[in-house]
């Protein structure tokens, strides 16, 4: 029996690759891989990479309630939570829950262009 050692990559279908890829870059620091599929910015993280695409044939984004992955818990890891925090609410990005001490350090809930909520934990 084959065994699966663990996630090795994850996407999130967007409606814009060119400015979610800019959101993430811009404002969250990530840098792109040297490829990437047709329709996709993949960028260049670890342990797993990660990427923005085109949705596949039958996502409809906006049909998704309440927001798109409802259900899935897509955490990045920062050096400075607070830090990202701060400048994501001074550029008006919708932050969903505020930063807050956890087990996992400090940790912040935002919404990125596409409604996807994604924390970010860092040290405390």
Not at 21 to 46: D, H, K
Not at 99 to 105: A, E, K, L, N, V
Request: glycine residues 10%; aromatic residues 8%.
């Amino acid at each position: 029996m084959a065994t699966v050692s663990g996630p090795d990559f994850i996407a999130l279908q967007v409606r814009d690759v060119p400015a979610s890829a800019q959101f993430y870059e811009s404002r969250l620091g990530l840098r792109r891989a040297p490829s990437a599929p047709p329709g996709a910015v993949v960028f260049a993280t670890g342990p797993v990479a990660f990427a923005v695409r085109e949705p596949l044939p039958g996502t409809d984004l906006d049909q998704v309630t309440p927001r798109p992955g409802a259900g899935v818990a897509l955490w990045l890891a920062a050096d400075d939570a607070q830090g990202l925090h701060d400048d994501l609410a001074r550029a008006g990005t919708t932050i969903l829950a505020p930063p807050s001490d956890t087990p996992f350090g400090r940790t912040f809930t935002f919404a990125d262009p596409d409604g996807y909520a994604v924390t970010v934990h860092g040290p405390a």
